[in-house]
């Protein structure tokens, strides 16, 4: 083929991470010159863990075209391993994983069910559905892959499953864009050693301490980036902010974006018909929240306008991470310390006081566990072939966050 040939076929995207991206010219293109798609560009894959480590401006758009790449890469592997899998098939597993997080409201797991009562696989699925209409029944295996309904079990495990891409790239793209080298996995290791044994994804037994890099990894970026304290803090901020808008816009008291106001007012959307609801949301992205924060600075609402400039200004709450819930002899102290230091009302103290509780858990044995392909053609467990267990507990810790 020659260089014209080549290049009226493929686009190439220049990755910081992986370098060039090369995707075919087609329904994958397509999709993501859609404006569903594009609005990705406007929605932060770590929300607002920059406060904390000012790399992180990375895209959701950034992380699917990655997510994408890293697919084309396991299909290739599998299939050069005798693995059948049609173009169709291919192609299928391909959009499902370009489109996975296509569902994310504004700054991505921060706001989580706070615009929309749904969570954003639900809100994937649905804007799956309308695509599939729009591009003419071309997304039907996608919709069965992303759902887990393939009779091919591993495609869907190489979407959503413990070594899916999504992971795959998020850790990769997180630590690369924090800076965080603990995050730092040998993905392309990984992906070389898939295999599929009686319809489901293992790894050959050479690749396990790659693994055992991966889940150590996972579980570092969870307390070190994802869930980091100061994270968790400016992430509640803008929960309770988003709640004090809630409130004040059912008491007729707030202006808003027409887009949000819309979602909002009718309890999520909630009354809208489907199409008009993901047209709505689709408009809703990172830049109407800001635009909602600073103009809330100098709002006549307290509440709203410490909260608002706290986000803007990058003042942030002090938060106390402990094992067990706070008592409310410790929640009392602190009430009076801040009553006594005289910057606010005793109502304003208690409606600034934020409690909570974060957990992770690296390893689920319970949720298609990681199977290990030993040179006998066995299939284990991961528990059984390491020496050191991955954390399969669920690590609980309580937060109480004030100003």
């Not at 489907?274 to 609402?301: H, M, N, P, Q, T």
């Amino acid at each position: 083929m020659c260089t014209e040939d080549f290049m009226t076929t493929y686009k190439i995207f220049n990755d910081p991470v992986y370098g060039f991206i090369q995707i075919p010219k087609g329904i994958l293109l397509d999709l993501i010159d859609h404006p569903y798609f594009q609005r990705l560009r406007r929605i932060k894959q770590l929300g607002l863990t920059s406060y904390v480590y000012p790399g992180a401006q990375h895209t959701r758009f950034h992380h699917a075209l990655g997510a994408l790449h890293l697919m084309t890469q396991a299909i290739e592997t599998l299939r050069m391993k005798g693995i059948r899998i049609s173009e169709q098939e291919a192609m299928g597993a391909k959009i499902a994983i370009l489109l996975h997080d296509i569902g994310h409201g504004p700054f991505s797991h921060a706001l989580e069910r706070q615009i929309v009562a749904k969570s954003h696989e639900a809100l994937t699925l649905g804007y799956m559905e309308l695509l599939n209409k729009e591009f003419g029944g071309a997304l039907e295996i996608a919709i069965a892959i992303f759902k887990h309904e393939h009779p091919k079990k591993f495609l869907s495990q190489l979407v959503s499953g413990q070594l899916d891409m999504d992971r795959m790239d998020y850790l990769k793209r997180d630590s690369f864009f924090t800076g965080v080298a603990e995050g730092v996995i040998g993905h392309d290791r990984i992906i070389k050693m898939l295999h599929v044994v009686d319809n489901q994804l293992v790894v050959e037994e050479k690749g396990i301490y790659s693994i055992e890099k991966f889940l150590v990894a996972r579980r570092l970026m969870y307390w070190q980036v994802y869930l980091h304290k100061a994270v968790i803090a400016i992430e509640q901020m803008l929960i309770l902010a988003i709640s004090r808008v809630k409130e004040l816009l059912k008491e007729d008291k707030i202006k808003l974006e027409p887009h949000l106001f819309t979602l909002l007012s009718d309890n999520f959307g909630q009354k809208l018909k489907k199409s008009d609801f993901f047209r709505v949301f689709s408009y809703i992205d990172d830049v109407d929240i800001l635009y909602l924060l600073k103009g809330a600075c100098s709002s006549e609402d307290e509440q709203l306008s410490i909260l608002s400039q706290g986000i803007i200004n990058r003042k942030l709450f002090t938060i106390s991470l402990k094992n067990q819930p706070i008592s409310a002899e410790e929640i009392k102290k602190i009430w009076q310390k801040l009553e006594h230091l005289g910057n606010f009302s005793p109502e304003m103290v208690k409606k600034l006081t934020i409690l909570g509780q974060e957990s992770n858990q690296a390893y689920t044995e319970k949720d298609q566990q990681i199977s290990i392909l030993s040179k006998d053609g066995v299939v284990h467990p991961l528990t059984s072939k390491i020496d050191s267990p991955p954390q399969t507990d669920i690590i609980q810790k309580y937060f109480i966050c004030y100003p």
